[in-house]
């Protein structure tokens, strides 16, 4: 089966950094993607990761480690316009399917 | 210019209804997607097209048709309508099965009164 697991809700405050895990079991992996969701928009595209590591975009990075199923997407030097939902999902391999996760709501805070 | 579009972006209407959601790309990518965000703001996936040709029919009732005419199209219509089909529908596209990231449209509010 598919399975993407995400904490529901996180709070932080501004200039803070937070992360955001996420822990997957797919039948079969071909990358990871984080996007970011504001109330009422579309989802955008942060990060992608298909190789164990770090890769980082400016105030964002993401990590993966595909031996323990896991990555987690990192906000530094949060802004309130980070407040959104940030959604992972992975594309299985033999497949054309990006599986989601539910998703993680993120407040910030003054 | 918006590379995914969407009409209309608000529809509401009465159970046992027939409505259509049209969706265009402009970004020359050769699959397409629809997914279905409900409540909870779990994103679906529904169908995909890569280029006209149907290859991802999820697990949805027959009431849902796409269409693709062509690959910068993908079109979704709904027949006799259900209250539990009351949701935001996002078109994407991706530059091949697979490939690359989704880009997103900006969703389709249905409810299903």
């Known amino acids: 089966g598919q399975n993407i697991d995400q904490p529901t809700e996180m709070t932080a405050t501004e200039g803070a950094i937070v992360q955001i895990n996420c822990t997957y079991q797919?039948?079969?992996?071909?990358?990871l993607f984080w996007y970011q969701q504001h109330a009422g928009e579309a989802p955008t595209f942060l990060s992608y990761n298909v190789l164990d590591g770090l890769e980082e975009k400016g105030r964002f990075s993401s990590f993966l480690s595909r031996s323990k199923g896991y990555s987690y997407l990192l906000l530094k030097e949060l802004q309130m316009k980070d407040s959104a939902s940030y959604l992972c999902a992975v594309r299985g391999s033999g497949t054309y399917k990006y599986i989601f996760g539910t998703g993680t709501r993120l407040k910030v805070l003054a | 210019d918006t590379a995914v579009s969407q009409t209309p972006k608000y529809l509401v209407t009465q159970m046992g209804n027939d409505k259509s959601i049209k969706c265009e790309q402009n970004?020359?990518?050769?699959?397409m997607y629809w997914y279905k965000q409900d409540s909870k703001k779990f994103l679906k996936i529904m169908f995909s097209?890569?280029?006209?040709?149907?290859?991802i029919n999820e697990t949805v009732p027959n009431r849902f048709s796409p269409k693709s005419p062509d690959k910068a199209h993908l079109n979704l219509h709904i027949n006799s309508l259900e209250l539990g089909d009351s949701a935001v529908y996002f078109c994407?596209?991706?530059?091949?099965?697979?490939?690359?990231?989704?880009?997103f449209g900006e969703g389709s509010r249905l409810t299903v009164l």
């Open positions: 797919t039948s079969g992996f071909n990358g």
């Open positions: 994407a596209s991706s530059q091949g099965p697979g490939t690359g990231e989704l880009f």
């Open positions: 097209y890569n280029n006209k040709e149907l290859i």
């Open positions: 970004l020359g990518h050769d699959t």
